[in-house]
């Protein structure tokens, strides 16, 4: 009857209304950049309960519920920090399957036979996250540590200063890992 089709009528605006938040909330999106705290080593280092330096074995990217997951498996070199082992695997939102790519910005990316030296966390189902994230993952080229902070944010806790990523830093390894030694003292 009447109260019937006002009902109707008035859940069609209701969806019409959630479908326009939806795409506004859609578009606005990309403007949205990933910010996290600022990490120097000190920092890295208090945060992270593993710090190892290896190669990287496999990268692998599945979908889990409605969501992309890249598993990392990194044989350990160096435990600098935490519990010696001979692997890492860590997992992280995001990756490509199939001809769907999804991106979280700052997420450190990987690639099969890489040689780097990680700021790990461990989790609660013995897998393992980045700290910091691009912050806590260093590249070793040519005997240096190379950290590539891009597609962040980065927020000074002390100053408030705000800075984006993007900023290459670049040691020795050998005088990094002992600075690493040093400060774990």
């Known amino acids: 009857g009447y109260y019937g089709r006002i009902i109707h009528k008035m859940r069609k605006e209701k969806f019409r209304i959630s479908r326009a938040l939806l795409v506004v909330a859609l578009l606005t999106m990309p403007a ?13 280092i208090k945060a992270a309960d ?3 330096q290896g190669r990287v074995d496999s990268v692998e990217t599945r979908w889990e519920g409605n969501l992309a997951y890249t598993y990392v498996s990194v044989s ?5 920090k935490g519990a010696r082992r001979r692997a890492v695997v860590i997992r992280q939102v995001g990756g490509k399957v199939g001809s ?3 991106t979280v ?3 450190p990316k990987f690639h099969d036979g890489e040689q780097v030296i990680l700021f790990l966390k461990g989790r609660q189902d013995g897998m393992f996250d980045v700290v910091g994230l691009n912050q806590g993952k260093y590249q ?4 240096f540590a190379v950290a590539n902070v891009s597609g962040v944010t980065l927020v000074d806790q002390r100053t408030g200063q705000w800075t984006d990523g993007g900023f290459v830093q670049k ?3 050998e005088a990094f890992k002992t600075k690493i030694r040093e400060l774990l003292k």
């Open 32 to 44: 949205l950049a990933t910010t996290v705290r600022k990490m120097d080593l000190p920092q890295l």
């Open 76 to 80: 350990v070199d160096d435990p600098l």
């Open 171 to 173: 040691a020795p390894i």
């Open 50 to 52: 593993n710090i190892v």
């Open 105 to 107: 910005s700052g997420m």
């Open 100 to 102: 769907l790519h999804v």
């Open 140 to 143: 070793i080229v040519d005997d």
